[in-house]
């Protein structure tokens, strides 16, 4: 019919909801629509049970829930640090905050199960979470992250991104709208994440004492802990304090009941075979594979330099070892301990560097499973030439007078630390103390002997001026027996004279003797005058703690006429100071006197602070015998400065002690009790052997009233 509607034909242009099409309806029509899906999403894990410690970071990450400024948290911290088990407990506790949902995804970003997640991967799974249709989901992926911003800008939902690889795998899972929160734990310090999107970051500490030991009370039980508590304390030390490593310790003891936690205590002590104590036979949680995903992330630069700091490095070192060790220039060193301080193998604190025994261990099994023997002995001896030609200039910036030894120049490419003062050179040796004895260990371990005598060489006025007499006497002990081994007869002669005066430090004349012993016959078969005159200035010390002062004063006058003849006028110094403090000793005081004085003379024209130091406390001694008080005071006072100066805290300490004693002989106690508790602070505090008898002094003084 032109120009009529066909009644039977319905016609929709437009957008329509439901429609509902029927050539003839009699009667009733009921349409059934569908629901609209609103979906409330719990995705977190399970929690660990019972839950232990952190107590400081569960309040951080409550404290941030009601700052707007911080709607991205960040627990970052080394592989079994306890960041999941964290993450997933607060997130249930405060679940209550987020009433349109929890999110959870884990990223992968350190898993051998598979590759990392892709942002598609987790944002399709977050949608699908909310009950998006997949028809409604767009195709390209900003799309889709948009859209899941749209469903989270008005809601409030907790999103946890757990074991992210860094802030490129976050970047989209973030929400646009400060309503949400969320929170991200890594292996990674997610600067990035820090840097454009504000997060706050939570670095994940080793576990507390306390915390460890509740730790591993609730996995074996109250009762166990407490009948071997030594044992556990050993272990949370060995662990270093370490969740996973704690568990696993844990899991061991629980596995074999009858297994005394004294036996695993030994068994994580052995530093060669630590890490196997630590496994339970599975490939995903033994503490070797966690760590292995975290080196899998690194460059292979970063992964050579992880290996070799770790049979190598010292307890802490700085980036030119770090450059030495792996032959790369320092500014390529500087970025690879960046990259691995980022993925938290490595600590970083005021340019310093370390990482924990466990990771150290795991470092030094990589080095020996891939590293050469030889690879391994030349890159300790870089790294040993680093720290050796540092020591020589810092050493001859503190000791100018000290005769030198022949050492080759260092190796192209080898940094040497620019010390330009005594003062840095000082605090140079303090920051590296303990990285040196660690370094004269690795070249006794690779046999580099000649790199041990020096080293150990370059140290000594450092440990005796600052009174490390036990660390010298281990030193020196070790470079006399590496240059024994190597022929190296001079060296080893040097080394037993300098070993020798370590042990009179320690009021260990014995010892001493034997290495002198052994020094003056190597002096004799080389026909070195210089060295007998060296060797028997020290022995002249020893026969006086031995109380032998005859042979002590002979040894110090044998000492005089060798100096003499070899024209070395600061020995010459040292022989005529020490004869006339030997003379003092035996009763002659007016000739030591002389001798003393000349030595005065004589270093004051050289310009030689510390022989003027020690021959102003002698002469000190010798008017305090002499009855000459007041001059005894002058003399004392001018050791005390100059030993000030110099850095030498022992030495002050025995010229406070010889002052104590003036100023009670002038009836000044008040000075005498001021003088001694001087001396006594420094000497306890090295556990030098003269501290008993000051402290009796004083302590009789004080008993009696004064």
């Known amino acids: 019919m032109t120009g009529e509607a066909d009644p039977t034909r319905n016609v929709v242009s437009g957008h329509t909801g439901h429609v509902v099409q029927a050539g003839v309806v009699s009667g009733d029509v009921n349409v059934n629509l569908p629901r609209p899906v609103h979906v409330l999403p719990h995705q977190l894990p399970a929690t660990v049970a019972p839950f232990v410690g952190r107590k400081a970071e569960l309040e951080l990450l409550d404290a941030a829930l009601d700052d707007e400024a911080a709607p991205v948290q960040v627990i970052s911290a080394t592989a079994g640090a306890g960041k999941t088990t ?6 249930h506790r405060a679940a209550h905050r987020f009433p349109d949902g929890q999110l959870y995804v884990n990223l992968r970003g350190f898993d051998p199960t598979g590759p990392p997640v892709v942002p598609g991967e987790a944002i399709r799974g977050f949608l699908d979470a909310f009950g998006v249709q997949a028809d409604n989901i767009p195709v390209a992926l900003d799309a889709q992250a948009a859209l899941y911003r749209s469903l989270l800008a008005e809601r409030r939902v907790l999103v946890v991104l757990d074991n992210a690889r860094d802030a490129d795998q976050v970047g989209l899972l973030l929400p646009g709208s400060a309503s949400s929160r969320v ?11 820090i840097v454009m999107q504000g997060a706050r970051t939570i670095a994940l500490r080793p576990m507390s004492d306390g915390d460890a030991i509740r730790l591993i009370a609730s996995r074996i039980g109250e009762e166990r802990v407490v009948n071997s508590g030594v044992a556990v304390r050993e272990l949370i030390d060995t662990c270093v304090r370490l969740p996973l490593a704690l568990v696993l310790v844990a899991a061991r003891a629980t596995l074999d009941p009858d297994l005394p936690l004294e036996a695993l205590a030994e068994e994580v002590r052995d530093e060669e075979h630590r890490l196997d104590a630590l496994e339970l036979g599975d490939n995903r949680t033994g503490i070797r594979a966690v760590f292995s995903w975290s080196c899998n992330a690194l460059s292979p630069q970063a992964t050579a330099m992880f290996r070799l700091l770790g049979p190598h490095a010292g307890p802490t070192f700085g980036s030119g070892a770090a450059a030495a060790l792996t032959g790369v220039p320092v500014k390529r060193a500087k970025q690879l301990l960046a990259e691995l301080t980022k993925a938290h193998l490595l600590e970083e604190s005021d340019r310093r560097y370390s990482f924990h025994d466990l990771l150290r261990s795991y470092a030094a099994e990589l080095a020996t499973a891939v590293e050469t023997g030889p690879d391994n002995r030349i890159a300790a001896g870089r790294m040993l030439d680093h720290y050796l030609h540092t020591a020589l200039a810092a050493d001859r910036l503190i000791a100018p007078q000290r005769a030198p030894i022949a050492v080759p120049e260092p190796p192209d490419g080898i940094q040497v630390v620019a010390v330009d003062d005594e003062q840095q050179a000082f605090r140079w040796f303090t920051t590296e ?19 041990l005598w020096q080293l150990a060489w370059s140290m000594t006025t450092y440990l ?12 020196q002990t070790a ?20 070993a020798s005066r370590a042990a009179i430090r320690l009021g260990m004349p014995d010892v001493a003797a034997v290495h002198l012993e052994r020094a003056l016959a190597l002096y004799e078969e080389l026909g070195s005058a210089i060295g007998k005159a060296r060797t028997h200035i020290v022995f002249s010390w020893v026969r006086e703690l031995q109380e032998r002062y005859s042979d002590a004063v002979d040894h110090a006058a044998e000492s005089l006429d060798l100096f003499r003849q070899v024209g070395n006028r600061p020995g010459e110094a040292r022989a005529l100071d020490q004869l006339g403090w030997e003379l003092a000793l035996a009763e002659q005081h007016e000739e030591g006197l002389g001798y003393c004085e000349a030595a005065l003379e004589l270093f004051t024209e050289l310009g030689h602070l510390a022989g003027l130091a020690d021959t102003e406390d002698s002469l000190g001694y010798i008017n305090f015998r002499l009855g000459r008080y007041e001059v005894a005071v002058e003399h004392l006072v001018r050791a005390i400065g100059l030993c000030r100066e110099l850095g030498d805290q022992h030495t002050a300490a025995i010229s406070w002690d010889r002052l104590g004693d003036v100023c009670l002989a002038l009836g000044d106690v008040r000075g005498a009790l001021d003088a001694w508790g001087a001396a006594i602070g420094v000497l306890e505090k090295r556990s030098a052997p003269e501290v008993v008898a000051v402290r009796a002094k004083r302590d009789g003084v004080v008993l009696s009233g004064g």
Do not use: F, I, P
């Open 464 to 475: 005796e001026r600052k009174g490390h007499w036990r660390d010298w006497l281990s030193t």
């Open 183 to 193: 929170l991200v734990t890594s292996r990674d310090r997610m600067h990035d994440l």
């Open 479 to 498: 470079a006399a027996s590496a240059a024994e081994e190597s022929g190296e007869k001079a060296a080893e002669a040097r080394a037993r004279r300098l």
């Open 433 to 451: 103390h303990a990285t040196l004895l660690a370094a004269v260990e690795v070249a006794g371990r690779y046999g580099l002997h000649s790199h």
């Open 86 to 91: 964290l993450a997933v407990h607060w997130a």
